[in-house]
């Protein structure tokens, strides 16, 4: 098992930029696929981003595609979701959650057994 903790949120103008972290601990990092989810009031948690286990292949949902940058560093056990030209929508609490130990890339939540408690993103416009 994997323990998550997400860092960087908070308030931003619509247009700005904020860089989520998220620290890894308890099992090999490099064996998971990572991802981002986000959850806003009301709600069900939808996907945002994943990476595999190297870093050599990203996804991205619609709603972010060519705004949001997911990467990893495996030598630091972190993953991390740059998000640029945030939009009022964006305003959601954003999780970073890990798959299971060797699997593949998935948007599918109920595919990310390991979760950390999240992080608040609100955007003002």
């Known amino acids: 098992q994997v323990h998550l903790v997400e860092s960087g949120g908070g308030l931003m103008q619509a247009g700005g930029s904020l860089r989520l972290s998220c620290a890894a601990s308890?099992?090999?990092?490099?064996?998971?696929?990572m991802g981002w989810f986000r959850q806003a009031p009301g709600k069900e948690r939808e996907f945002v981003a994943a990476?595999?286990?190297?870093?050599?292949?990203?996804y991205y949902s619609d709603s972010v595609k060519g705004r949001f940058v997911i990467s990893r560093d495996n030598t630091k056990d972190t993953v991390t979701l740059q998000m640029n030209s945030l939009k009022s929508e964006d305003t959601a609490v954003y999780y970073c959650a890990a798959s299971v130990p060797d699997g593949s890339l998935t948007t599918n939540r109920a595919s990310y057994p390991f979760w950390g408690q999240g992080t608040q993103v609100t955007v003002s416009s």
């Open positions: 990476i595999t286990k190297t870093g050599s292949s990203k």
């Open positions: 308890g099992d090999t990092f490099r064996r998971y696929v």
